[in-house]
């Protein structure tokens, strides 16, 4: 069958649907991935075929956040949801998403004549590329969501309904339908759940972190890919004393930590070169310079993929990001976490600690002392790395991405037109 992936232009996007995407690919499927043109790398340094969408101008502005760091200093903890809170802060966060799902929009007539010019049997689109899910209407092929974090746009979307009928409203009352008009009027189409939550949905989350709600979920493991690179001699060399890697993600709020916190990121090297770690940590040129020469226990550089360099980690501090928390589970890696609070990293770093695979510092209580404290316990109580056992265990029991092809397969057949 044919199969489109339709993502959302950023590193963190594209990464998590390229396992399944090659697990398509080896089992003989036709995949292609329909892209921004400036974002076109991603996909291809992956050994997935590229499609091109969209003039350059449409997106330039998400497309820049994988390359200008001053840009990720404009994300905040908007879409961060505490679905324990029973305020009205959700009501606000329905309106900036929707607002937000609109962004993919004018991509929307690129994708629908690449649907009727190659005919997709399948359409999988990233949460964020709504109107993939229209393209597949009109294109007559099966459509699912696949999620890259948990699945904050559906349980926004109930949350909504669910006072839309308390409070008496009818579809007219309903903010979202006059919003997707502006994609399904052009083509005659009436709004339906599925065209924002897709036919199902493939969830690479752990069954523990999925939020409560009634709709068709499928999950896969999250089998961490982190791009590619050249990788030198050390990396897969174990270290005399325990090396730990600090990382604050490549395209999320983790960046932000210092300023957050008032902690220095030189602060944070003296704090950890300090005890009997090899620290290796993985940060942009402003903060490499900043500490000018490193200690010799510690490794500054630039990138290195996570799958590659966790083997041989016996730690690992970062922002709560999913596809370092993915890559850590894989690996039985514990994890220390300061929550950098934009989607779902608070409840990651909930999961992890309540789970025994690692600790939490919020970033208002970020010291040097207290990441030295709690590193060193990390490193010293084996209890944390049975608690990573047990999440790596959880994950090892969803479908590998090459056991849900034929899920997919009989999903696709049921649900194309």
């Given amino acids: 069958m044919r199969v489109l992936f339709a993502v959302f232009p950023a590193v963190a996007h594209v990464h998590p649907i390229v396992p399944l995407a090659w697990a398509l690919q080896n089992a003989g499927h036709d995949v292609r ?6 974002a076109v790398d991603l996909v291809t340094e992956a050994g997935l075929a590229a499609v091109p969408l969209g003039a350059r101008h449409k997106l330039a502005g998400v497309v820049e956040f994988n390359s200008n760091l001053d840009r990720l200093d404009s994300l905040d903890d908007t879409l961060s949801l505490d679905t324990e809170d029973d305020g009205a802060r959700w009501e606000t966060q329905w309106q900036v998403m929707c607002n937000t799902l609109l962004v993919y929009l004018p991509l929307l007539p690129d994708l629908v004549d690449f649907v009727q010019d190659w005919k997709p049997d399948l359409v999988v689109w990233d949460p964020f590329c709504v109107p993939a899910a229209v393209a597949a209407r009109v294109g007559g092929a099966a459509q699912a969501r696949f999620l890259w974090g948990r699945d904050n746009i559906g349980w926004l979307r109930a949350k909504s309904a669910e006072q839309l009928t308390a409070r008496g409203g009818g579809p007219a009352d309903d903010p979202l339908v006059p919003l997707m008009s502006n994609m399904l009027v052009p083509y005659g189409l009436e709004f339906e759940e599925e065209l924002l939550t897709g036919q199902w949905t493939i969830d690479p989350m752990p069954r523990g972190m999925r939020l409560p709600l009634d709709l068709p979920y499928t999950s896969v493991r999250r089998v961490p890919y982190n791009g590619t690179a050249a990788l030198p001699a050390w990396v897969h060399q174990r270290s005399a004393c ?3 890697v600090l990382t604050l993600g490549i395209g999320g709020r983790g960046r932000q930590l210092f300023r957050q916190s008032g902690v220095s990121f030189p602060e944070v090297v003296e704090a950890v070169a300090g005890l009997d770690v090899e620290l290796v940590a993985t940060v942009g040129a402003a903060e490499r310079e900043a500490v000018g020469t490193a200690p010799d226990n510690v490794r500054l550089i630039d990138y290195v993929p996570l799958n590659h360099l966790l083997p041989t980690c016996s730690a690992i501090i970062h922002h709560g990001g999913g596809g370092t928390f993915a890559a850590a589970v894989a690996h039985q890696v514990p994890q220390l976490v300061t929550p950098m609070p934009f989607w779902g990293e608070a409840a990651t770093a909930r999961y992890v600690a309540d789970n025994g695979a690692g600790l939490v510092i919020d ?14 316990r990390l490193l010293e109580d084996d209890s944390f ?8 265990q959880e994950m090892q029991e969803a479908p590998a991405p090459g056991d849900l092809v034929p899920v997919l397969e009989e999903l696709t057949t049921r649900h194309r037109r």
């Fill in 33 to 38: 991935v329909a892209i921004h043109p400036d």
């Fill in 242 to 244: 325990p090396r730990v």
């Fill in 363 to 376: 970033s208002a209580r970020f010291t040097p002392d207290a990441l030295r404290e709690s590193l060193t």
């Fill in 385 to 392: 790395r049975d608690g990573a056992a047990v999440l790596h």
